[in-house]
């Protein structure tokens, strides 16, 4: 029985989640004065950027049989991309904490607050308007990627596209009919991050 197709979306969205959990950690991890954390973010962050998408989507589809452990297309695919992306968005978190003025952390350290205290009402507020763009180039370049999905049999928008190019022998519109979902999909991203950096400029121009 073949696997039933999912929204496009939840993949990439369920695989943006698990990136910008373990993206942030790992942000402060290698901004952090404990060397071992330090280097071992360091370390999951270059490899991590170093190997191809398709590359960690086929160890942990089929890579981890040997082990004796199975993992299904659509788990697998939310694990690889959450996994990868969590490399770049810690690199995205850790540009966005550091171009905040360091006084910033002082302050609050000053007055009692303990760092992470001072990180999360502090800097973190005012380093989300740094990092609202390129989170959001992520969050699409994430949707669009997630094709790569189809090669595993991921029950992907571009795996059902090319089952239907297939049976319809129609592959010219098909396929532009999945560039338009994909499309159709991304612009509300970008417009709502333009909604976001907007409200954002208010409030610092308020300031």
């Known amino acids: 029985m073949r ?7 939840s993949s990439p969205g369920s ?5 910008f959990v373990a993206g942030l950690p790992l942000a402060l991890a290698k901004m952090s004065a404990i060397a071992p954390l330090r280097w071992f973010a360091t370390g999951y962050i270059e490899a991590m950027r170093g ?3 398709l590359a960690i989507h086929f160890l942990i589809s089929f890579g981890l049989v040997d082990f004796g452990i199975v993992i299904d297309a659509f788990p697998a695919t939310v694990i690889g ?3 990868k992306g969590a490399a770049y968005l810690a690199e995205i978190c850790r540009a966005g904490i550091a171009a905040i003025h360091g006084g910033q952390m002082e302050a609050p350290l000053t007055v009692g607050m303990t760092p992470l205290a001072a990180m999360r009402w502090v800097v973190l507020p005012q380093a989300q308007r740094v990092v609202l763009p390129p989170l959001a180039n992520f969050a699409i370049a994430l949707l669009k990627d997630t094709s790569v999905a ?4 991921a029950p992907e928008l571009m795996l059902r596209a090319r089952d239907l190019a297939s049976s319809s022998l129609l592959p010219m519109e098909v396929f532009l009919l999945a560039a338009a979902i994909y499309l159709a999909m991304s612009l509300p991203i970008a417009f709502l991050t333009r909604r976001l950096e907007a409200r954002f400029a208010r409030g610092q121009a308020h300031v």
């Open 150 to 153: 189809s090669i595993i049999s």
């Open 3 to 9: 696997p039933r197709c999912l929204p496009s979306a």
């Open 15 to 19: 695989a943006f989640a698990l990136a």
């Open 51 to 53: 190997i191809p998408a």
């Open 81 to 83: 991309f959450g996994l």
